[in-house]
């Protein structure tokens, strides 16, 4: 990895991966460690340090939601989802939203 953005891009998708596999331990410790990265990383810039922190804190609180079997959260959750134009993977994070959904 010689480039930030393929590091980056690498955190993103193995996120994604975890939660994927259900792995919620090693996710928020992925969570955690991409939240370090990106805020101490000087040649990442604000403007995607907040869109990628807007995705990683909807993830924490998408799975914490599908832990607790919650649908009242989840409907909230994906409103918010869906106004905010400041986040990554948006579109990843609105189709969870909907499986756990039609889980329920």
């Known amino acids: ?3 930030v953005r393929d590091k980056y ?3 993103s998708l193995s ?3 975890y939660y994927e596999l259900d792995d919620f331990i090693t996710l928020y ?3 955690d ?3 370090q990265f990106v805020s101490k990383n000087e040649s990442i810039g604000k403007i995607t340090k907040k869109r990628f922190n807007h995705f990683l804190d909807y993830l924490k609180r998408l799975t914490a939601i599908k832990e607790k079997n919650d649908s009242k ?3 909230r959750l994906k409103q918010e989802i869906e106004l905010n134009t400041q986040i990554v993977n948006k579109l990843w994070l609105l189709e969870k939203t909907v ?3 039609n889980k329920n």
């Open 1 to 3: 990895f010689i480039d």
């Open 9 to 11: 891009h690498a955190k």
């Open 15 to 17: 996120i994604r991966v």
């Open 29 to 31: 410790y992925s969570i």
């Open 33 to 35: 460690s991409a939240k």
């Open 73 to 75: 959260l989840l409907g």
């Open 99 to 101: 499986e756990i959904e």
